[in-house]
């Protein structure tokens, strides 16, 4: 499916820029909205964004080294953040294509990536169970009531208290991890 999502953008063609933004603007939305912005603004960073991301494809020696979502969200993050470092509110997209600005990029995605491998790290040592759980919860994104129905829960709050414990489980093998 990533295959087809970059080739179909190298293509210009629209339905792969629909269906990112279908699939990751609210995630760039909700940063920049909690970081002093708008939706307007979080708007042209994803566009932006998009414009970086299709400049990058266009390199022949660039390859992907993280998901697509990591990808999108660190060139966003690093949009946002440098203009809300400059003086003016509004800034010209061509200011920003310097080589620090993709060294930004690159870092950001590096520390995402390495984030993302110790998280699936410590989820790896906790129960089968809590892994299965978190992984619906928080990766498939399902609902609390299709949790407490899949994995026979009485009740919500039930549910809620083993979500707990699960992630109690990840936070005790982090700190066990930092303590080595």
């Known amino acids: 499916m990533i295959t087809e999502i970059i080739d179909d953008l190298k293509g210009e ?13 609210g995630m ?9 912005g708008r939706k307007d603004d979080a708007e042209d960073v994803f566009q932006d964004t998009m414009m970086v991301l299709l400049e990058k494809l266009r390199q022949d ?14 060139i966003s993050k690093n949009l946002w953040l440098k203009r809300l470092r ?5 800034t010209e997209f061509s200011a920003i294509h310097d080589n620090k600005f993709y060294e930004d990029i690159d870092l950001a995605i590096e520390k995402e990536k390495s984030y993302s491998d110790k998280l699936q790290t410590y989820i790896h040592k906790i129960t089968k169970h809590c892994q299965g759980l978190i992984h619906d919860m928080f990766f498939k994104e399902k609902a609390i009531e299709q949790i407490q129905n899949e ?19 990840i936070r005790k093998v982090k700190e066990q991890d930092i303590k080595k």
């Open 13 to 25: 063609s629209n339905k792969a820029f629909g269906q990112l933004y279908k699939e990751y603007f």
């Open 151 to 169: 994995y026979g829960y009485s009740t919500k709050h039930n549910t809620q208290n083993q979500k707990h414990k699960c992630i109690e489980q």
């Open 86 to 90: 400059t003086t003016y509110r509004e």
């Open 61 to 74: 020696d660039f390859r992907l080294t993280a998901s697509i979502k990591t990808y999108i969200m660190a």
């Open 28 to 36: 760039v939305n909700h940063f920049v909205i909690n970081n002093n």
